[in-house]
């Protein structure tokens, strides 16, 4: 079974700095990652969609990255903002199931 | 193209009675998911359909739990004599036949047992 995990669990950084979400997954033959933003209460909201054929994605400030041998994905968010603010989540792509990380997240401190 | 929507967005119920959501997927799109999520996890799946079919359903969906796309457009999960365990997130999402990576969510529907 695919097994997904997000460091930090938590982080908080002062406003326009750069950082790095962490995402590993224990099974490589992925069909492809998503990085989804969560407010609280509400649902969720896709960013960035990575093909398993794929090394990055970029939308905006955003810069995910794939590296299926190792089974690790990176979210890079640029000069951070505190509308930024929310919980951020992987998920891995596997026979037509989805596998979540418990999200990492993020307080941007204005 | 209104999104995914859910109904209720809240339910607050007695233990031992039963409750029913409602999903409404994006037209057009023929697979269908349900996820449970608890506080501070990531979503959990429980099911999904493609059309009306019900391909697979997770070891979480108990014998109290029944969800149906009878016309392989919306759903509805129902959840029968509701524990305080069962108090979650209940999220939608779906994805069109063009692209079965991608998923897209709804609201959610927040249950919570007393």
């Known amino acids: 079974k695919q097994e997904v995990t997000q460091i930090p669990a938590a982080l908080s950084v002062p406003e326009g700095e750069n950082l790095v979400l962490n995402c590993s997954f224990t099974?490589?033959?992925?069909?492809?990652l998503q990085w989804f933003r969560q407010d609280p209460g509400k649902g969720l909201t896709s960013l960035l969609l990575?093909?398993?054929?794929?090394r990055e994605q970029t939308s905006g400030r955003l810069n995910a990255s794939l590296d299926k041998s190792s089974g690790r994905s990176t979210l890079y968010i640029a000069a951070s903002q505190p509308g930024d603010s929310a919980t951020y989540l992987c998920?891995?792509?596997?026979?037509?199931?989805?596998?979540f990380g418990s999200g990492t997240k993020l307080n941007v401190k204005p | 193209d209104t999104g995914v929507s859910q109904d209720p967005r809240h339910k607050i119920t007695k233990r031992g009675q039963n409750v029913t959501f409602r999903c409404d997927p994006i037209?057009?799109?023929?697979?269908l998911y349900w996820y449970r999520q608890t506080l501070g996890q990531g979503p959990e799946f429980l099911t999904y359909?493609?059309?009306?079919?019900?391909?697979?359903k997770s070891r979480l969906l108990s014998d109290r739990f029944s969800a149906e796309r009878p016309k392989g457009s919306f759903s509805t999960l129902e959840i029968q004599r509701t524990e305080q365990g069962d108090s979650a997130m209940y999220l939608c999402?779906?994805?069109?036949?063009?692209?079965?990576?991608?998923?897209?969510f709804g609201p959610g529907t927040r249950l919570t047992v007393l």
């Open positions: 999402a779906s994805s069109p036949a063009s692209s079965y990576n991608e998923q897209f």
């Open positions: 099974d490589s033959a992925i069909y492809n």
């Open positions: 990575i093909q398993s054929s794929q």
């Open positions: 998920a891995a792509h596997n026979f037509n199931k989805f596998y």
């Open positions: 037209s057009e799109h023929n697979r």
């Open positions: 359909f493609q059309n009306e079919a019900q391909l697979e």
